[in-house]
């Protein structure tokens, strides 16, 4: 048997290193629950798909449209004329909604045309996903965050069972620390 000094750093020396091996181990899981976290982002905020905007582009004209519909009057045009009348119901429209005036006036396919070029410029170079799609990509993900997760909750588990101390993050899930099995 050596020197208990010598040996106490030895030990010490070997603690270092396991410790040092959780730790790096841990943070590898955690850069991969941000890198995970970062791409749920990116999903969740990723364009619609072409077939959606279109959707979207329509379900506003066809609101703006009905809403400025519900001050157009076209009995002006026919009745006779009362010219303190005509100006104000023609206005109405525009007063109410432009782009469903727009619509009303015959300019919806033009408009149309722009809205959709401008949001397809906008979506240009971007992964799009649908509806299904997206919940579909999110539904995934997360699956792969829990497991992720469950990892690095299991290994700090193993390093306090061996006497080491490794902090939590801060946003870790309840559920998951508070799981009797991980």
Do not use: W
């Not at 208990?4 to 070997?14: C, D, I, Q, T, Y």
């Amino acid at each position: 048997m050596g020197n208990p000094l010598s040996n106490l750093k030895a030990l010490m020396g070997r603690a270092s290193k396991v410790m040092q091996e959780y730790q790096s181990s841990v943070e590898d899981i955690r850069r991969a629950i941000i890198d995970l976290r970062d791409t749920q982002r990116d999903v969740e905020t990723a364009p619609v798909s072409v077939r959606e905007i279109e959707a979207n582009v329509d379900q506003v004209l066809g609101d703006a449209e009905k809403r400025a519909r519900s001050v157009f009057i076209p009995s002006t045009f026919v009745s006779p004329r009362h010219p303190d009348r005509l100006r104000p119901e023609f206005d109405a429209p525009f007063r109410k909604d432009t782009l469903g005036a727009l619509c009303i006036l015959g300019f919806r396919e033009p408009v149309r045309a722009a809205l959709l070029a401008e949001a397809k410029k906008e979506a240009e170079g971007r992964k799009t996903y649908s509806a299904d799609a997206r919940a579909a990509e999110l539904t995934r993900l997360q699956k792969e965050l829990e497991t992720l997760e469950a990892a690095e909750e299991s290994l700090i588990r193993e390093a306090e069972e061996a006497g080491l101390t490794v902090p939590r993050r801060a946003d870790a899930r309840p559920e998951i620390l508070l799981a009797e099995r991980v």
